[in-house]
């Protein structure tokens, strides 16, 4: 049994789900990102199971999306990468609220998300050691050449842009990839987020001989789009690493 609620968490409203009767008492803790244009709502079934294998989940809502969106769905698809920004930007004030809440168990604090919450769980992780492990799906760490083609900023954005992301790219950043235990799963018919962005980062690391924490799994003919077989994986990953 679980239970899932949906409450204020510091500064902004969260889906927040956890084993029965254990709302109060530290417990390990997935902090999941949902992907562009949807909602903690919409990835609501990561909270159900992880909750049901033990863990504490808490899903934000990224700016403008969710119980935050302005309603302006034309503004928000010309402001990918800023929004990308604002749920890199909010993540510690997240972490203060778990920890002076009592609510996670030794520090054992996990991070993940799909697509755009992919690349903000890879984002943080790359800037925050204390994240115990990091699960990105269908997501990519390389935001200085992705945004030249994914929702790629207007013109006059571009170079505010580009400097606000550098410090949370992978490129120069493996080393904080490679120390703790982290998941990739990537559909390899993805049509949104190419899967070479995850095998970039696969070699990248093997490359460096910085592969040994590193777990990466692909599905043939997946586009983009979440299995059962990912949901399966994300789970089993949390279950032996956080």
């Known amino acids: 049994m679980i239970e899932l609620k949906t409450q204020r968490l510091g500064d902004h409203e969260i889906l927040h789900a956890f084993p029965a009767g254990m ?28 909750a049901q294998a033990g863990f504490r989940v808490v899903m934000p809502d990224a700016p403008d999306h969710g119980s935050r969106f302005s309603g302006d769905e034309q503004a928000r698809l010309g402001q990918f990468w800023q929004i990308l920004q604002g749920s890199l930007g909010e993540f510690s004030g997240l972490c203060d609220a778990l920890y002076q809440a009592g609510l996670v168990d ?33 997501g990519s760490g390389y935001f200085s050449t992705l945004s030249q083609t994914l929702f790629p900023p207007q013109a006059q954005d571009i170079d505010a842009v580009q400097a606000s992301l550098a ?32 095998f970039r980062l696969q070699q990248a690391l093997v490359r460096e001989g910085l592969d040994s924490h590193l777990t990466c799994l692909w599905e043939a003919g997946v586009r983009h789009r979440i ?15 956080l």
Do not use: N
Request: with cysteine; aromatic share 10%; net charge negative.
């Open 106 to 138: 030794d520090e054992r604090l996990a991070v993940a998300g799909a697509s755009m919450g992919g690349m903000t769980a890879l984002g943080i992780m790359a800037r925050h050691p204390e994240v115990k492990c990091v699960a990105s799906l269908m």
């Open 23 to 50: 709302r109060e008492q530290p417990l390990p803790v997935v902090i999941f990102y949902h992907g562009f244009t949807s909602s903690k709502l919409v990835y609501s079934y990561f909270a159900v199971a992880l």
């Open 167 to 198: 410090g949370w790219d992978v490129t120069h950043a493996l080393p904080h990839l490679a120390d703790r235990p982290l998941l990739l799963w990537h559909g390899e018919a993805d049509d949104i987020v190419p899967a070479a962005e995850t």
């Open 227 to 241: 299995t059962p077989t990912a949901l399966d994986a994300t789970t089993a990953f949390f279950r032996q690493h």
